[in-house]
């Protein structure tokens, strides 16, 4: 029960839902007349099928915010306003909630999609090089970003020159989103962004 209360603790803590809300938008977009039979708007488009793709996603991103904020890794207080899930619980029970997150991601997806997602800590080990910082923003937010805009686009049958092009914006927005989260993590409003300002750098 604690254990449970700890994942809705995370999973449920608010954010922008960017990443489920680009599985959904991609595939809305393409499951109009263009693609199908069925003009697919916000308010007759029939989400069932990649709803569950949404909601997993939201998970895997839960769970590495969740050990983000570990004091092995950022040792954050707050996020999104709110006690980070291992000051809320502690810190084992935060270990196993992002571990049951990530495992429960998998479960909704592993037969469907394969892809491999970069870890956090390759950010705490290499130089900041501007190559390496690159990478970096590709891999460890990019990465997932992008498979949000192809899940969407893969589960509406999108052809595949249309494939070609949205994986190409959804890597813009990957790498725009990081340079705006970079640079909020070094002069934003803590009580805006709802976490502290500096951590990146230190």
Do not use: W
Not at 26 to 51: A, G, P, R
Not at 61 to 84: A, C, M, Q, Y
């Amino acid at each position: 029960e604690i254990l449970n209360r700890s994942m809705e603790y995370s999973l449920m803590a608010g954010g922008k839902r960017l990443r489920p809300i680009l599985v959904l938008a991609t595939y809305q977009l393409l499951k109009n007349d263009n693609y199908s039979k069925t003009n697919c708007n916000i308010e007759n488009c029939d989400f069932e099928e990649c709803m569950p793709f949404a909601v997993a996603i939201e998970m895997v991103h839960n769970f590495s915010l969740i050990h983000d904020d570990l004091p092995e890794v950022d040792n954050d207080d707050f996020r999104h306003g709110k006690l980070t899930n291992h000051k809320q619980f502690n810190h084992p029970t935060a270990l196993l909630a992002g571990d049951g997150l990530l495992n429960n991601a998998y479960i909704v997806i592993s037969n469907e999609m394969l892809y491999s997602i970069e870890n956090q800590y390759k950010e705490n080990f290499h130089s900041r090089a501007k190559a390496m910082l690159e990478y970096i923003h590709i891999n460890k937010t990019g990465a997932l970003l992008k498979l949000c805009v192809r899940m969407g686009a893969i589960l509406a049958e999108a052809p595949e020159k249309d494939l070609e092009r949205l994986t190409t914006y959804a890597e813009k927005i990957g790498l725009a989103f990081q340079i705006k989260d970079d640079i909020l993590s070094e002069e934003g409003n803590p009580e805006i962004t709802g976490k502290p300002v500096g951590n990146d750098k230190e």
